[in-house]
T-cell receptor, first 111, second 115 residues
Framework: AQSVTQLGSHVSVSEGALVLLRCNYSSSVPPYLFWYVQYPNQGLQLLLKYTSAATLVKGINGFEAEFKKSETSFHLTKPSAHMSDAAEYFCAVSEGNQFYFGTGTSLTVIP | EAGVTQFPSHSVIEKGQTVTLRCDPISGHDNLYWYRRVMGKEIKFLLHFVKESKQDESGMPNNRFLAERTGGTYSTLKVQPAELEDSGVYFC?????????????FGSGTRLTVV
């Protein structure tokens, strides 16, 4: 079974600062990787996905993630945080018919 | 198009009672999934339907949980009798054939509290 590790259950950044949320996965084959976001009182929304077409993936709301096979990582970044980015972010990998999620990172944006 | 709809959004029940959660997937999505997040831990797979058939129920915790999908449309997840450790957020998701590659569409979840 796959495992996904998200370092840092809580991350705080200042408005306008770089956002970096870390994700490492365990997989011996090229994976399908995803980032989901959950805004307060809402469902999980797909932010972006890696499907082996390109190592740098651009998603919605200015987020992007880079797949690094040598590091088994898929970190999520955004150059400049906005107040509206405050949410919980989940990294996930799919295997077969299942998604394996990390424990989530709650992002706080400080004005 | 309408998204994945779950209700109730919140449910508080006493230990030993029965609760039924409902999920309406996106129309035309044959694949329906249930996931659960307990106490701030990771979101974990419970089961997968393809149309009305259970494709994989390896994640179901025990036989107190029963999932059905009537006519391949909406799905229900019943917990009977509920225990304290069943508290958590239950997510439903649906997808077309390539969900493992394209991602699922999730509902807003049902927050279940067993007291």
């Amino acid at each position: 079974a796959q495992s996904v590790t998200q370092l840092g259950s809580h991350v705080s950044v200042s408005e306008g600062a770089l956002v970096l949320l870390r994700c490492n996965y365990s997989s011996s084959v090229p994976p399908y990787l995803f980032w989901y976001v959950q805004y307060p009182n809402q469902g999980l929304q797909l932010l972006l996905k890696y499907t082996s077409a390109a190592t740098l993936v651009k998603g919605i709301n200015g987020f992007e993630a880079e797949f690094k096979k040598s590091e088994t990582s898929f970190h999520l970044t955004k150059p400049s945080a906005h107040m509206s980015d405050a949410a919980e972010y989940f990294c996930a990998v799919s295997e077969g018919n299942q998604f394996y999620f990390g424990t989530g990172t709650s992002l706080t944006v400080i004005p | 198009e309408a998204g994945v709809t779950q209700f109730p959004s919140h449910s508080v029940i006493e230990k030993g009672q029965t609760v039924t959660l409902r999920c309406d997937p996106i129309s035309g999505h044959d694949n329906l999934y249930w996931y659960r997040r307990v106490m701030g831990k990771e979101i974990k797979f419970l089961l997968h339907f393809v149309k009305e058939s259970k494709q994989d129920e390896s994640g179901m915790p025990n036989n107190r949980f029963l999932a059905e999908r009537t006519g391949g449309t909406y799905s229900t997840l019943k917990v009977q009798p509920a225990e304290l450790e069943d508290s958590g957020v239950y997510f439903c998701a649906s997808s077309q054939e390539w969900g493992y590659r394209d991602g699922y569409t999730f509902g807003s979840g049902t927050r279940l509290t067993v007291v």
